[in-house]
């Protein structure tokens, strides 16, 4: 519950060509906290996600990290300052194991050789750090992991450096109950441990069993963003259909603004 | 009239909470120690020591600090050396632990029951059984420090008394006082309620560490309740608090519950509620019948989904009704609740924050329990464990052999 933002960003626009998929987005994320971002499908949260992250280049607006306005231009940039993301398709290799998947393309060298010693020494503490008790050996390869180990990996490989700020695109849309419970605990743990979480999802159940904060994208503007325990599941399916729920929400939303 | 605790009450007490530290927290340091107790580092040396001279403790150097220096020593529980036995009448399963100082698990044993009507005696001598196995295997040389047993009833905080455990058709049973006899090991056996154990373990050493409010909501065969304020466990006069399953949330045309009253928050969000509503087979039940409709909801199954909307409305309501009379920090869910909290939280958060206080619900945060199957295990050995904890030296000179 602290007051300042780690991430803060204001009167974010983003175009394609023509397109404009984000409209003066205003989104902040704070740590020790679990921000929900919910929308519609093309509602613009993987494009916002993705100029979070320094993919996309942002066309206008401010973004802010730890107070300072900060440029992103690449990937790179945004791991630096501490934000990783776990995408839906996880970007596993499956025929690595788990300690060399965890430090892929950012292997740690004891000379001109890999320093295998480190590597898995630093892989299981942060393993052992987020309870992870479901994944036998770290030197299984992963394509030998069911779904919800899988997603524990990824989560674990973007904890792993230090990171402030993580977000998770849909990190349960394709597991099972038991699975999903144990992602969604380990998603809790983080936060509680300190971390700053984004968890994108189109399950309400998800969001409201783990998020502190909600944000509502509608048609690229950012509808509300309110805090879980001051609303309820219709208002927030509201703010997702229609970008407003009584007096919460856009202005005007029939589509005539620019 | 006395003026005030003499230095003998005060050692004892200083001893006390010097064990309950490195019980809860695990190896510490010395000047960890000595800050956290607010004790100056000579006085902490005495406690050590003594508590080492009677094998409660051991202090040795810690495996890897990663520090440059002379690692200081840490004192370590002998968690091989002093242990309890914990025991757990479930529903489908009758449970035995044997566990050490710290909280480590150094034997479990199990065997399954049919759920129904138990005779207190045949309970008594499977878990005697158990209690030899496991302390038989144990070392020579290690101490058995007390016994503890949790029921999912009514029980008598003073004598262990089982005033009524319908799952087992038990009413007014001595099963404290059984199970001491039987086990003749010269220790009282301490009997809790088990989701009042399933809260002290939680509050110890799961979901709610560090939170001194917290509400634990136990699901299995009913709904079971254990309330921590200021870091106590709630129990009432006689030991019956924390009843939640029978907070009656509906009581006009409600359904019909195991107590006899109407509309108790355990008819209507209890398992046999889901199951019905989700139109199961009657005959299958448990845990299993219950994961059965979270993953049938999962996957679209309409009348799972009522069945979920409708359970979570009525959790919702209940814990809406818990949060603005005791204002907890954290109110978690254990048993089958977890899967269902999981499957349901839309619905439960909705109606929290629609009939629960804005004040008293601002902090709230709804967890699940971290502990699994083991939690109420590890409540009941808590519960053993309180004798050692609140004087060990005169707790030892009963024990030792």
């Known amino acids: 519950m602290t007051a300042t933002p780690i991430l803060q960003l204001r009167g974010i626009d983003k175009s394609f060509g ?14 020790g906290e679990v921000t929900a971002l919910v929308g519609d499908n093309g509602a613009g949260k993987s494009t916002l996600v993705k100029c979070i992250g320094g993919i996309h ?175 309820t599941h219709s208002q927030v399916v509201e703010l997702i259909t229609s970008g407003r729920s009584g007096d919460l929400g856009l202005a005007h939303t029939n589509g005539a603004t620019a | 009239m006395k003026a005030g605790p003499s230095q003998e009450e005060i050692r004892r007490h200083n001893l006390g909470t010097l064990l309950r530290h490195v019980h809860i927290g695990g190896s510490m340091s010395r000047a960890v120690l000595a800050d956290r107790m607010g004790l100056n580092r000579s006085t902490i040396l005495g406690l050590v020591s003594e508590l080492a001279s009677v094998g409660l403790v051991r202090e040795e150097l ?29 529903v489908e399963r009758l449970t035995a632990a044997r566990i050490g100082l710290g909280g480590v698990f150094l034997d479990r044993r199990e065997t399954r029951v049919r759920p129904d009507r138990r005779d207190a005696g045949e309970v008594t001598e499977v878990l005697a059984g158990f209690a030899r196995q496991m302390m038989d295997t144990a070392r020579h040389g290690t101490n058995c420090v007390g016994v503890g047993a949790a029921v999912r009833g009514t029980v ?14 038990w009413e007014d049973e001595e099963f404290g006082a059984g199970l001491t006899r039987r086990l003749d090991l010269g220790l009282p056996v301490a009997v809790g309620n088990e989701a009042s ?51 009656v949330v509906n009581p006009r045309g409600g359904r019909r519950c195991g107590c006899g009253a109407r509309g108790c928050l355990e008819a209507e969000a209890g398992e046999r509620a889901l199951l019905e509503a989700a139109q199961r087979d009657p005959s299958a039940t448990g845990r299993e019948a219950v994961r059965a409709v979270i993953e049938a909801a999962d996957r679209g199954d309409i009348s799972a989904r009522a069945a979920l909307h409708d359970v979570g409305d009525w959790l919702g309501i209940g814990v809406a009704n818990l949060v603005n009379i005791l204002n907890p920090r954290t109110v978690i869910f254990g048993g089958t609740l977890r899967e269902v909290f999981l499957g349901s939280a839309a619905q439960i958060r909705s109606r929290i924050n629609s009939h629960a206080l804005a004040a008293s619900r601002e902090n709230l945060r709804l967890r699940v329990g971290e502990l699994g199957d083991n939690g109420v295990l590890i409540g009941a050995a808590e519960l053993a464990f309180s004798t050692i904890l609140a004087g060990p030296l005169e707790a030892l000179a009963r024990t030792t052999p």
């Open chain 1, 18 to 31: 023509p397109v404009q998929v984000l409209h003066d987005v205003a989104f902040d994320v704070h740590p």
């Open chain 2, 156 to 169: 008598r905080r003073t004598d262990g008394l089982v005033r009524s455990a319908s799952y087992i058709d």
């Open chain 1, 57 to 231: 280049p942002i066309d206008g607006g401010t973004y802010r990290f730890e107070g300072e306005q900060v440029q992103v231009h690449s990937p790179r940039d945004a791991a630096a300052m501490g934000v990783e993301i776990v995408y839906q398709d996880l970007a596993l290799c499956d025929n690595l194991d788990i300690v060399q998947n965890m430090f892929l393309g950012r292997e740690k060298r004891r000379g001109l050789v890999l320093d295998d010693a480190t590597m898995e020494e630093m892989a299981a503490k942060t393993l052992e750090g987020l309870s992870v008790r479901t994944v036998k050996s770290i030197r299984q390869q992963v394509s030998s992991l069911s779904g919800g180990q899988r997603q524990t990996v990824a989560i674990a490989k973007a904890v792993l450096w230090n990171s402030k700020v993580v977000i998770l695109d849909e990190p349960t849309a394709a597991l099972g109950v038991a699975q999903t419970a144990q992602v969604l605990e380990l998603v809790r743990r983080l936060a509680d441990n300190g971390l700053a979480v984004v968890l994108i999802s189109h399950n309400m159940n998800d969001v409201f069993a783990v998020s502190d904060r909600i944000a509502a994208l509608y048609l690229g503007r950012m509808a509300a963003q309110v805090r879980t325990s001051d609303v």
């Open chain 2, 197 to 247: 154990l399933g809260a002290l373990a939680e509050h110890l050493r799961g979901a709610g560490t560090g939170c001194q409010d917290l509400v634990y909501l136990h699901g299995d065969i009913g709904i079971g309740g254990g309330v921590i304020t200021g870091g106590q466990l709630l129990g009432g006069d006689c030991g019956y608090g924390g009843e939640i399953g029978h907070m």
């Open chain 2, 62 to 90: 810690p495996r890897d600090t990663g520090r440059a220096g002379r690692p200081s020593l840490v004192v370590r529980p002998e968690s091989d050396q002093v242990y309890v036995l914990s025991f757990d009448v479930g």
